[in-house]
């Protein structure tokens, strides 16, 4: 969902106007990007879609004319929220290497709680 957030947001996409892309609520967004709820298989599969900006999506939705409208103190706005993603995304892929670098210093069959003689 880290991707998805930081997708909608480097586009200014506010959570409502990714809902109605994406044809949930509002609130269930919230509940990803929360981590409280996944989305169902085939959500995954246009998120995906989606993400990677196929023909069809771009067809659908003109980013590049959308971003032309926005204010300066949106776009403003937008700069900050993307920088403040950024650093979440940072900080959460740091916190997955250093704690996958400690997993993988431990013996897969030797419990670190046993002491060996």
């Known amino acids: 969902m880290l991707e998805l957030k930081k997708w909608a947001v480097e ?21 990803w ?3 409280r709820r996944a989305p169902t298989g085939e959500k995954v599969i246009e998120i995906q879609e989606l ?8 067809e659908m939705i003109n980013f590049e004319e959308m971003e032309k409208t926005f204010s300066p103190e949106r776009r403003r706005q937008i700069a ?10 940072q900080r959460a892929s740091k916190f997955h290497r ?15 709680h046993v002491k060996t003689f």
Do not use: C, N
């Open 11 to 31: 586009r200014g996409i506010k959570q409502k106007d990714l809902a109605k892309i994406l044809d949930v609520s509002p609130q269930l967004i919230t509940e």
């Open 33 to 35: 990007f929360a981590f």
């Open 51 to 58: 993400i990677k900006t196929k023909p069809r999506v771009r």
């Open 80 to 89: 900050v929220r993307t920088e403040e993603v950024r650093k979440e995304v």
């Open 98 to 112: 250093v704690h996958a670098r400690k997993a993988s210093r431990r013996h897969p069959l030797k419990p670190h």
